[in-house]
């Protein structure tokens, strides 16, 4: 007999592979583009400096960098304040299509034993140089020739088309050889315009559409100053000998800069793309592939155990002529009078679902718009803005959801219900971030949270995410509680002795690894753009590996309820949530995997953030897929309730 669950998932499944291609490569500029006419000048303002060694970013002025006569900050939106960016004008004079061959930033610096050897710090712990121009972040070619094994003359033959670029971001402040640092002072900008086409006559309109540096380190001397006229003269890079900085004493630095300015047929809506480009999409088709075959290897499970298990039950318990042979019969029908028993502690099961719905609404909404290129990265910390504000606005729904499962569990206190919602899950958030500011404070890093930014977030906290809890509070602990089809018993039933794999944690385990085998691929891309500052973009495959994740959340949940109830076990609730979220353990196996392997973290600082933050992604993943396999199993075991004739 064929499988009559498998016909409109497998059309489900194609249907979002065939809308793949459109939603990936669908990109909407962030901001309008800005023309620019020849001469015209071009603002170059520095962000910040980063290290994935020490994930510390501090701001540029914190090097004694050339700095102008009046400094002036842009104002930042909530997210790019949380991501550490100080964007701030600089003393690079660039002007549109106007090349410079080498001119001084400001005249020779002397730097100070104490300011010597924070450059030398900064550059062993491989720090980057963060700089936009009109809003374009700067990076560094690199070039690689995979075919290094062909032959001499092939490979000279094929160099142009064989050659991968890719892309830094930033630049890099200098470079370590052995116990000596050198600076790179010496910045060639090379920016690359698109001419708009105008009608004849028309002054033409210029789009800047990429902006790379070259970077080198020229010892002073090498460089021949002239400073009246703020010249200077670039040497070959053979005969010139490198700024290195001791650290031990006073060194002199004169910083320079070169621009050369090509055009490009890259327009202006596209000029992302060059940051963007990843050589190993295949392997996000290969996790999506790979994630839709655990999907329909789930479905075929589960449609196993619906079609063939519950039906033959179902016809077994609803037998009337052998009311004592089903007596005697063991399975889940012996346990309908206690199935919906309350568990212990309602309030803070309803609460943690509560916080549950509203991250999951959020996500869900987040990653959608993203998905459909309003969250682009040319807007500059928009992704975190929309996330904090839209959870705050989610609580309604968090509040809603949590006042009827209260109810429904027998609840009655629902103004302290509703206060519990409201601060369990922001509450340990706030107080881990607090904790870890106070480190990076003490550092005088830019990641460090003003003190007003945190005033801010926690009125937004009090005065928009509590009043809205509240409000779907009260009108969810108003309407009906769920309808449970069978009445529970006065008298709790003895649970009998479980077998050794219906332990919690056996559970968690068995019920982690499938929806965490479903996602982990992409995983890896979402930890490089948090902790290697790169630019995470492909929201498409984000889109539906949490469709996928959903999906196999939900079947894995219904499976192990099913198996529970089977061993007349009742006491479901907090275990299908604490199950659900299985995947979140194997989140944090990964995190400490990619810890040690990935990372080149040794300090005490760094290291605290890395495991602090991360246990803030592994409780909020644990809520979000308890939550989704909580409501599944929830759903599943009324139905098949429902379909049982109960005396």
């Known amino acids: ?16 592979m065939a809308s793949l291609p459109v939603v990936w490569p669908f990109y909407v500029p962030g901001v309008a583009p800005r023309d620019f006419h020849e001469g015209d000048t071009v603002d170059l303002k520095a962000v910040k400096l980063t290290s994935s060694r020490t994930q510390l970013p501090y701001e540029y002025y914190s090097l004694p960098f050339c700095k102008p006569d009046s400094v002036f900050y842009k104002g930042e939106n ?21 090349d410079r061959k080498c001119e001084m930033v400001c005249n020779k610096k002397k730097l100070s034993i104490d300011e010597s050897k924070l450059v030398a710090e900064r550059v062993q712990e491989e720090y980057y140089v963060h700089l936009i121009a009109d809003n374009l972040p700067v990076a560094t070619r690199l070039e690689f020739y995979p075919n290094r094994e062909a032959a001499a003359e092939e490979e000279q033959q094929k160099k142009d088309s064989a050659k991968e670029v890719q892309f830094e971001h930033g630049y890099r402040l200098g470079f370590a050889d052995g116990n000596k640092f050198y600076l790179h002072n010496h910045l060639s900008l090379i920016l690359y315009f698109h001419r708009e086409k105008l009608e004849e006559q028309e002054v033409h309109n210029y789009r800047v559409v990429r902006f790379e540096v070259i970077p080198q380190s020229v010892k002073v001397e090498d460089l021949k100053a002239v400073e009246k006229d703020r010249t200077c003269t670039l040497p070959e890079a053979s005969v010139s000998a490198p700024q290195e900085i001791d650290p ?5 630095v004169l910083f320079t800069y070169s621009v050369h300015w090509e055009e490009s047929e890259v327009k202006w809506a596209s000029r992302w793309d060059t940051y963007l480009t990843m050589s190993d999409v295949q392997i996000h088709w290969f996790s999506i592939v790979n994630s839709v075959v655990v999907v329909f290897f789930l479905s075929g499970i589960l449609s196993m155990i ?3 298990t519950l039906r033959k039950d179902i016809a077994n318990y609803n037998r009337e002529d052998d009311i004592e042979d089903t007596m005697e019969e063991s399975g889940w029908k012996n346990v309908h009078g206690d199935v919906f028993r309350p568990p212990q502690y309602p309030m803070i099961l309803s609460s943690l679902l509560g916080s549950g719905i509203q991250l ?15 969250l682009s990265p040319s807007s500059r910390g928009a992704l ?4 904090c504000f839209l959870f705050m606005f989610m609580g309604v729904f968090g509040g809603y959801f949590a006042g009827r499962l209260y109810r429904t569990l027998k609840g009655h206190r629902w103004r302290k219900g509703a206060f519990c919602t409201a601060t369990l899950y922001p509450a340990v958030v706030f107080g881990i971030c607090f904790i870890l500011n106070c480190f990076i404070w ?11 930014t945190m005033l801010a977030l926690l009125c937004m906290w009090f005065g928009i995410s509590m009043p809205l809890v509240y409000l779907g509070y009260y009108f969810g602990f108003r309407k009906q509680p769920y309808d449970n089809p069978v009445r529970t018993n006065q008298i709790p039933r003895q649970v009998p002795e479980q077998r050794w794999y219906m332990n919690k944690f056996v559970g968690i385990l068995m019920a982690g690894i499938l929806p965490f085998g479903a996602m982990f691929i992409e995983l890896f891309f979402i930890f490089s753009a948090i902790w290697e500052n790169q630019f995470y973009y492909l929201f498409g495959f984000l889109f539906l590996v949490f469709i996928i994740l959903v999906v196999s959340c939900s079947q894995i949940s219904i499976v192990m309820v099913y198996f529970q109830l089977c061993a007349e076990d009742y006491r479901w609730w907090w275990r299908t949530f604490l199950v659900s979220g299985g995947s979140a353990f194997y989140v944090l196996i990964y995190a400490v995997f990619y810890f040690i392997n990935k990372l080149d973290i040794v300090e005490f600082i760094p290291s605290l953030l890395y495991f602090g933050y991360t246990a803030l992604m592994v409780l909020s993943f644990w809520l ?9 199993a929830y759903m599943f075991i009324r139905k098949i309730y429902a379909a049982v004739k109960i005396d």
Do not use: Q
């Open 1 to 16: 007999m064929p499988n009559p669950g498998f016909v409109p998932e497998t059309w489900w499944a194609l249907l979002l």
């Open 78 to 98: 909530l997210g790019e304040v949380l991501r550490g960016d100080r964007i701030v004008n600089t003393l690079y004079n660039v002007e549109m299509n106007k």
């Open 248 to 252: 031990t004493k006073e060194n002199e």
């Open 306 to 308: 619906i079609i063939r």
């Open 360 to 374: 999951f609404c959020m996500i869900l909404i987040v990653i959608f718009v993203a998905m459909l290129g309003m």
């Open 384 to 387: 975190m803005t929309t996330a």
């Open 442 to 452: 003490g550092e005088h890093s830019s990641g460090a949270v003003p003190f007003t």
């Open 624 to 632: 979000l897929t308890g939550t989704i396999g909580f409501y599944a």
